[in-house]
Nanobody
Framework: QVQLVESGGGLVQAGDSLRLSCAAS????????MGWFRQAPGKEREFVARIRWTDGNTYYADSVKGRFTISRDSAKNTVYLQMNSLKSEDTAVYYC??????????????????WGQGTQVTVSS
């Protein structure tokens, strides 16, 4: 059984920073890449960022490019999302997800096989 556990969410003011963590565990956990998504109230879950385990190659949504940084620690099976210059529109539940085999449609939810329970990020203006 694979488990993804997010942490690090909270309430911050606009312009502040937060770092989210996603720890992966499970007897035979392995994946091609990890992603972060977010879902604001009344909106669809949207892609935020993705990182490939092997070479650390990263991809970002335009809305977070230049402000968010995704990274990984392979020894700890942990992925991070450093969020700087936060805006009120970044308020959402943030989810990490694992793509086991590698998908061309990496911005789509169906490309990911496992999901965490989510962590709330609230940015007050």
């Amino acid at each position: 059984q694979v488990q993804l556990v997010e942490s690090g969410g909270g309430l911050v003011q606009a312009g502040d920073s937060l770092r989210l963590s996603c720890a992966a565990s499970g007897r035979t956990f392995s994946s091609y890449a990890m992603g972060w998504f977010r879902q604001a109230p009344g909106k669809e879950r949207e892609f935020v960022a993705r990182i490939r385990w092997t070479d650390g190659n990263t991809y970002y949504a335009d809305s977070v490019k230049g402000r968010f940084t995704i990274s990984r620690d392979s020894a700890k099976n942990t992925v991070y999302l450093q969020m700087n210059s936060l805006k009120s529109e970044d308020t959402a539940v943030y989810y990490c997800a694992a793509d086991r085999v590698g998908s061309y449609d990496y911005t789509r939810r169906y490309a990911y096989n496992y999901w965490g329970q989510g962590t709330q990020v609230t940015v007050s203006s």
